[in-house]
Structure formats: structure tokens, C-alpha cells
């Protein structure tokens, strides 16, 4: 009986062991899958580059972004490819501007938005701060980022929407936020500084598509365009030919012309303009739908208005240093 039980026990014991063993090699290979998972970067694709921007600053290591519409594409015009569509399906969660920006996609994001995590930052905006459409009286200029401290507004929606889909890492999101809506402050006060160093009487800015009303509320400048809100609207000759006349009238120096938007009738302006004596200058390239290259400054969205603002207010006869707000701004822009 002595010996059976010790037998007993020897056989416990050894169960025991093996399953100890069992585990040892188990455990680990777990905990590794489990580490790993909660490690594993959000997937996010966004469809313009400033909400890219604020997607990564905000996420940090924890999120991988994908941008669709990459430096110089017009997002009015945009329609998902096929290799879009696999990475918005594979996406945990998806960002778009929305307040019909991008008119070619949104019937498939909101149609994505019944199976996953689709979320239009934009439209977070209170309605009573949006301009009113200059096409379309049911409808809203889409063009907010133009103004940093509306885009604040949208930067904590793209946080907010980041924090839904990882509250584990709210706290990251929050300490990286904080510090770029700082940054996006200090970009809007340079703003203010160098416009108010264009002389009142010159406040006038002219441009191909209607991108900058935002802009213009902001600073105070008057705002003109020569075709509507959407670069998918023909410019007119009769339009031209009213502009012509303002810039003569009014001495206007300079217009601009767009990274993602044809300069064509631009040009039609300047020689609209000579032909009538007046002589009127290219003030330089604007990003107004999309930001400059990646890896570049202008390729982040305080870059993008760092230039804008320095390169208007330059042209314009206002004083604002040749490289912007840090020096940083690329030679002759
Ligand atoms: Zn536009």
C-alpha cells in the first residue's frame, strides 16, 4: 500500500511535471502572439495628406497610415483603384475628409462605413462655422483646412477617432496631439503676423479654383476665383473676362497658381491683364488641395501653410522671411 501510494505520487508528480513542461513550452509562444498583437500598428488609410499628417503625428508608432491621394491630386476628381479598395478592406480603420470633398468616393465610403470604422473628420465641424457653398446652395465649401485654427477642430476629431479604435493608447494620442495643435498654432500665428504686413488695399487673392474662402475669413482678404469650388466646373470666359477688369481697376499685382489644379486659366488672367496695360505677376505656387511632396516640409500640413502664408504675403507686398515662419521652407518657393 506504502509503495503504491509513493507510486502514486511518483505519478503525480510526474503528470505534474510534464504539464509544467507542456506549459514552458507553450507559454512563451503565447505570450509572444499575445504581445504582438496588441503591439501591431493600427492600420488606417485616409484619403487626402492632411488628414495623413495629423493621423501620424497623433498615432506615432501605434498607427500605420496610408494616404490615397498622394502630392498634386486633385481629391474633387479622385476615384479609388483597385488597390484602394484592397487596402480600405484590409484597414481597421478608415479617415475621409467628407462635406463632400471627395465627390467621386463617397457614395463607396459611406457604403464601407456599414462594415467598418469609416469616420468623415470634417463633418465634426459645427455647422454654423462652415461657408456656404458657392455652387450649391444645400451644400458646404469643403476647403476648412485652409484655415489652422478651424483644422484644429478636425485634428481633435482625427484623435478622437484614433482613441475609438485603440483606447489602449489614449494616452499616447493625447500627449501627440496636444504637442501638434501647437504646432498648428504657432503656424496660425505666424499667419496673422505676416498678413497683417500686406497692405490693406492689397488684400486680394486670386486663384484658379475657389479653395480659399476659409483662408480669406480668416485674414481678411478678399477672395477670388476663377472656377467655382469644384475644379470640375468649366471657367468661363465671362468670368475671366470680370477678373481681368478687377486686377486692372484695382492694381492687383500678383495671382497664384495651384499644386493640383491646371494653371491655364491663370495664365488667361495675366494675359487678359497686359492687354490692357496692367502688368500682373505669377506670386507663386499655392497648395490648396494637396500638400507638396513627402519628405519634404511642405509635404506636412504646417509646411503646406508656412508656405502658403509666406509666399502670399511676399507677393503681395507684405513682409514675411524668404524661407517662412523656421527657415525651413525650400530656396525660392
Ligand atoms: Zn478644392
Same mark, same amino acid.
Given at each position: ?62 498607427? !500605420? ?40 468616393? !463617397? ?75 501647437? !504646432? ?137 522671411? !524668404? ?11
Amino acid at each position: 500500500m506504502r509503495t503504491g501510494s509513493i507510486n502514486g505520487l511518483r505519478r503525480i508528480a510526474l503528470a505534474a511535471g510534464l504539464m509544467l513542461l507542456a506549459l514552458a513550452a507553450l507559454a512563451p509562444g503565447q505570450v509572444r502572439a499575445e504581445a504582438s498583437q496588441a503591439a501591431r500598428p493600427l492600420s488606417v488609410v485616409v484619403t487626402t495628406g492632411m488628414i495623413a499628417d495629423a493621423a501620424r503625428r497623433i498615432g506615432g508608432d501605434h498607427v !500605420e497610415v496610408r494616404a490615397l491621394m498622394g502630392a498634386g491630386v486633385d481629391p474633387h476628381a479622385y476615384r479609388q483603384t483597385r488597390s484602394d479598395i484592397a487596402a480600405m478592406a484590409r484597414a481597421d480603420l478608415v479617415l475621409w475628409h467628407g462635406l463632400y470633398l471627395e465627390a467621386q468616393m !463617397e457614395g463607396f465610403l459611406k457604403e464601407l462605413g456599414a462594415r467598418k470604422p469609416v469616420v468623415a473628420v470634417a463633418e465634426s465641424l459645427p455647422r454654423e462655422l462652415l461657408i456656404s457653398h458657392f455652387d450649391y446652395a444645400d451644400k458646404v465649401d469643403p476647403h476648412v483646412w485652409m484655415d489652422p485654427r478651424l483644422w484644429s477642430r478636425v485634428v481633435e476629431a482625427v484623435r478622437e477617432a484614433l482613441v475609438a479604435a485603440r483606447p489602449e493608447a489614449e494616452k499616447a494620442f493625447s500627449v501627440n496631439a496636444e504637442a501638434y495643435l501647437d !504646432e498648428l498654432e504657432q503656424v496660425a500665428a505666424y499667419s496673422d503676423t505676416v498678413f497683417a504686413s500686406v497692405p490693406e488695399t492689397a488684400r486680394v487673392l486670386v486663384t484658379a479654383h475657389d479653395a480659399f474662402s476659409y483662408f480669406g475669413r480668416a485674414q481678411g482678404f478678399e477672395v477670388l476665383g476663377i472656377q467655382g469650388i469644384s475644379t470640375q466646373s468649366e471657367a468661363g470666359l465671362q468670368r475671366v473676362a470680370e477678373l481681368v477688369d478687377i486686377l486692372v481697376d484695382r492694381r492687383i499685382r500678383a495671382v497664384f497658381v495651384e499644386s493640383s489644379v491646371s494653371d491655364r486659366s491663370i495664365r488667361a488672367l495675366i494675359e487678359g491683364a497686359a492687354a490692357k496695360g496692367h502688368t500682373v505677376a505669377i506670386g507663386g505656387e499655392l497648395f490648396s488641395d494637396a500638400m507638396g511632396p513627402e519628405g519634404a516640409y511642405e509635404g506636412t500640413y504646417p509646411g503646406m501653410i508656412d508656405h502658403n502664408a509666406t509666399v502670399i504675403s511676399r507677393a503681395l507686398g507684405g513682409d514675411a522671411p !524668404e524661407r517662412g515662419m523656421a527657415g525651413r521652407l525650400a530656396a525660392g518657393s
